[in-house]
């Protein structure tokens, strides 16, 4: 089995392991990063999980102290 790819539970597609920009914003302003996870191709769905939430903590401690005007 292919360690890359897994049945999406929301629609039975395929889901791939990759990044996608993701966009977060925080008292008008914004931060746009790389979110690393399950992403279905057949569907909007997508998996988050364990380690890779760490990126996007990251980008908001980022947003946080540009809303803090830092
Ligand atoms: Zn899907």
Known sequence: MDLKK???P?????M???TRPETITLGGHSLT????GWHCHDCDDGIIAGA???AGDAALRR??????GA
């Open 10 to 14: 929301s629609c039975g597609g395929t």
């Open 16 to 18: 791939t392991r990759g």
């Open 33 to 36: 990063y790389d979110q690393p």
């Open 52 to 54: 890779d939430n760490e």
């Open 63 to 68: 947003l946080k102290e540009m809303a803090a």
């Open 6 to 8: 897994r049945p999406c």
